[in-house]
C-alpha cells in the first residue's frame, strides 16, 4: 500500500468510511473497509498524523514483522485509501475512533471528501442490541437530509443521544452539502467479541444496494457460516444460554415473520448485479 492515489478525476467517486471503538461492535463496519480495501488492492491516498488524535495508551502503536523480517513500528492512525471498482472508484475511509480534537480531526476529512466531491457518503457502525445470531443480521439505514433520504428510499434520521465520529462525520458532511447515509448493523450482545463477518456482509449488502454498484462478497459469506456453526455449537453446551436465545428468535419472527417484499427484491437485484459483472470485475 505504499502507492499513493490522488483522490482528484476519480470515476463516479463514492466515500466508504467506518471506524473500530465505540462505533465497531464485533468489528463488523471496519471488517468491510478492510474486505474492500484487500478486494481492490487499494492505494494510500494519505494518512492522518496521530499525534494530534489519538491517545497512545489507548490506541498503544504496535511492533511487526514484515514479509522480507523487517521489524517496524506502526501507529495507529486514519487512513484514506482509492478503491478502484468496475465502473467507479471507492474512497476508503478507515482507523480507531480518534481521543482528541474531534472537530479538527472531522474538519480534516470532510476536507479531503470534498476534493474527492463524491455523488454519496457513506458512513458505517456497528451496534450491541438484542437480535438473536441465527437470523438475519438488521441493518438500519438512515440519511442527514430529507432530499438524501427520499432518493435513496431510507430514513431521515431522527436519533438524539451521544454519539461517535461518525454522528460528528454526518453532521459536519451535512453542513458542507455532502450527501450523506449512515448504515448501521445490529451485532447480538452475547458474542460480541470481533470479528463479526456475518455482520460484515450484512453491511456489504446494504452498501451494495446504495451504491447500484456490486462488491464480491469474497469469502465473507463462508466466514459468517462458519462464525453462526460455532456460536450455535459454543451456545448449545449451556442451557440458559440456549434457553435465552431461542427467546429472542421467538420474539424475532413474531415481529418479522417473513422476508419482507424489499428485502426479497433487493436480494434478486444483487444476484444480478455480481451474475452480470465479468471475471475480475473488482479492480481496474
Given at each position: ?20 471503538g ?94 474527492v ?24 439505514g ?18 438524539e443521544g ?12 451535512a453542513?458542507?452539502?455532502?450527501p ?48 453462526e ?8 453446551e ?39 459483472q ?7
Amino acid at each position: 500500500m505504499a502507492e499513493v492515489k490522488s483522490l482528484k478525476n476519480l470515476r463516479r467517486p463514492a466515500v466508504v468510511a467506518a471506524f473500530g471503538g465505540w462505533n465497531d461492535a464485533g468489528d463488523a463496519a471496519s471488517g468491510v473497509i478492510d474486505h474492500l480495501a484487500a478486494l481492490t488492492s487499494a492505494k494510500l491516498a494519505f494518512a492522518i498524523d496521530p499525534d494530534d488524535y489519538y491517545d497512545f495508551q489507548v490506541n498503544r502503536p504496535t511492533m511487526a514483522t514484515t514479509s522480507g523480517g523487517e521489524r517496524t513500528l506502526q501507529w495507529p492512525t486514519t487512513e484514506v485509501l482509492v478503491a478502484p471498482l468496475a465502473d467507479r472508484d471507492l474512497v476508503l475511509i478507515g482507523g480507531p475512533e480518534p481521543n482528541f480534537h474531534w472537530r479538527g480531526f472531522s474538519s480534516a476529512l470532510v476536507s479531503a471528501m470534498r476534493t474527492v466531491k463524491p455523488e454519496i457518503v457513506v458512513l458505517l457502525g456497528a451496534m450491541l442490541t438484542d437480535s438473536p445470531h441465527s437470523r438475519p443480521v438488521p441493518v438500519h439505514g438512515s440519511a442527514a437530509t430529507q432530499e438524501v433520504a427520499t432518493s435513496l428510499s431510507l430514513e431521515l434520521s431522527s436519533y438524539e443521544g451521544p454519539t461517535g465520529i461518525l454522528g460528528v462525520l454526518a453532521s459536519d458532511c451535512a453542513v458542507v452539502g455532502l450527501p450523506t447515509a449512515s448504515l448501521w448493523a445490529s451485532v447480538p450482545h452475547y458474542v460480541a467479541e470481533p470479528p463479526n463477518p456475518k455482520a460484515s456482509l450484512a453491511l456489504l449488502d446494504r452498501l451494495e444496494d446504495l451504491l447500484d454498484t456490486p462488491l464480491d462478497p469474497g469469502d465473507l459469506p463462508e466466514k459468517a457460516q462458519d462464525w453462526e456453526t460455532q456460536v450455535n455449537d459454543l451456545a448449545a453446551e449451556d442451557s440458559d444460554i440456549s434457553a435465552y436465545i431461542t427467546a429472542l428468535e421467538e420474539r424475532r419472527d413474531e415481529n418479522q415473520p417473513e422476508p419482507q417484499g424489499d428485502a426479497i427484491a433487493a436480494e434478486i437485484q444483487r444476484y444480478l448485479r455480481r451474475r452480470n459483472q465479468p471475471p475480475g470485475h473488482a479492480s481496474r
